[in-house]
DNA sequence: GGATAGGATGTTCACGGTAACAACAAAGAA
DNA sequence: TTCTTTGTTGTTACCGTGAACATCCTATCC
């Protein structure tokens, strides 16, 4: 030690004051150590302006004590929390997963720490999610919703931290924006599908009734009657019928309307919903894809690994994920005069089995 | 108001001393209000104790400046921050994300907010990890790996936290542990195939090479080998390859293996790779049951839809994570003198198609 | 030898809230 | 009337850490 610290020793060390806890402080390290306070701040950081001798004294108080530093003190005096949030509509959705999963590779190697929230589709939950997120101070957010109430603006806006929006690309982007067109996705569908040379081309969705709502959903089937239309094709095979999230069992009931409809070829919102089409055909003997084709979106797993393998549209949400995460640090890391980015991921037909070639 | 605040205002508003951002703060609120900062503080907290004229106006300088408090803060002062620590394997697997679902809706209502990591099954994540989530100063930690190192343990020491171990049940508890037990799982699938009269009883799971590694699953391993033995049956038959998490794939993957060997009932290690059995068993002309009957373990969605439906184990994953919320809640509520619980939710066999009797 | 530069460490104060207690007014009790 | 109680609001002092700046020491240079 080459100077005695002023900092001022209880007269016992056990003896507590004030409201604190049994935890061990900064300040438990320091007095252990025989340093000032800042100089186990630097080393806990990693600041590199120790001397190695006194670096390797503090280590070693750290693991007797076994201190963690606390965060909320530290970016309370920082300014800087190393939190991004992330609203999603649900957890259990492979893709919503998987972009989280690329989001959260890129950020941890820097050390910040996603903060989640989920709305399981309800506007109402939005706000005060929104809410609770932004009291914890995140650097950046990441939005998959629409965000509409006038106060949920106000308060972003009173944030005052970078916004990027993925998954669907916003007309008016509130910020930057990662993702690919929901509205494109019904169009290519469409396309593929009449491509074909299918005759009764359908489709199914979920409805939107309540405080559920997929709006994601509801833009594929928008873009996909606007195909029909403009091919001169009748939209009357645009099924709307249950509450998102859609999945297996969704598919499932709606095949006997399918058939009343005689439909040869049907787009399903999403592949779990087109896998629980295909099941339930094999279980009326409709063979897919001589009877019904059947294409879905998403690409997910379970789509390559039923028979017949599923004809699909493709995006990559871990590379979205991972392309926000590198946006994200980027802007928290002073390049605030970036410009609001739009990047399109794109999407791709994957054309597997379930879609035969018709006329 | 009914007396002067004596709270110094800046000469001028704008003016920012020291570190200060340009979030507006409680001072803020307290100024535009008129009122002290600490009758801010108990109108955000709805404390009751203010005036109803006092909260309307404090109610309206919130919304006026898009005030949202700073929770790093309010912790730091009240030693209390609403986070609740979450460590996962991964976030990717239905039934984990299913609990993390039932926790979250349990807690969401108390104000509480998940803090969610997760390890990707690799062991050296688990202590950087771990790190990160007590550095944050959550009221309780939820684990649900074998947490081994002697750092973390002396991290979970010192955190002075209430720890709750869900999804399997450790033999060594650190604190609380809701949920079932794997080796039962094992046991209790080898007892029903060999219930059904087969010979040629098997089994796939992962392999555990390196630093990923699946306690769950070669637990269940575990169980069904030592039921196989006590009736006096070779494990000749199980089988230990590819990595963990096993996905459709795996299974698809091993189906050669299973008919080289004459296998005629298989218990996968989930019901992911169990689809993937029965998937490519339908490629290869192999009828199940008739020629392999299958079963799996966690009861996914898509194993109800399948054809043949699959015979699984079923355990409550939601319900798990639901029952682990209102413990939480007990135990951050003060309620610190209740005994360690250790609650098994148990397990049930799901007989559908995908297992026929045999002999 | 004295001035200077730079490295290592220390001191002070602010970050934005809240616990604890104090102060004061109005209403009720003795 | 005076004392006590109750309800409302304010003041003070922290919570644990880091930014900014200060200080001390050693090495180097002319």
Redesign the interface.
Known sequence: MRRTTKEKAAATPTARRG?S????TIRDVSRLAGVSRMTVSRVVRGLDLVLPETRDRVHKAI?D?????????G???S?R?GFIALMLPT??N?NF??A??GL?EVLRAADY??????TDYSIDEEERQL??L????PEAIVLTGWLKGR?AS??L????IPVIEIADLPRQPIGHAIGFSNYEVGRTAARHLLGKGFQHVGAIAGSNEGDVIDHRGEERMRGFEDELRQAGRSTDLVIRQGNAPV???HG?ALVPRLIDKKIDAVFAVSDLSA??VV?EC??HGIRVPEDLSVMGFGDF??G????PRLTTIHVDFKALGQRTGQLLLQLVNGETTLPPQRIDVGLRVIERTSVRTAG
């Open positions: 409201r806890t049994g935890r061990p693991a004590l076994g201190y963690v530093p606390d965060r909320a003190a970016s309370l005096s300014r929390t957890l259990t492979a997963s998987a989280a999963h959260t720490h996603m903060l989640i929230a989920y809410r609770n932004l009291a914890r101070r106060m106000r308060m806006l009173a944030a005052d999945s297996y069992g499932a896998v629980g099941m094999q279980r797993e379970i390559s690994v039923i028979n």
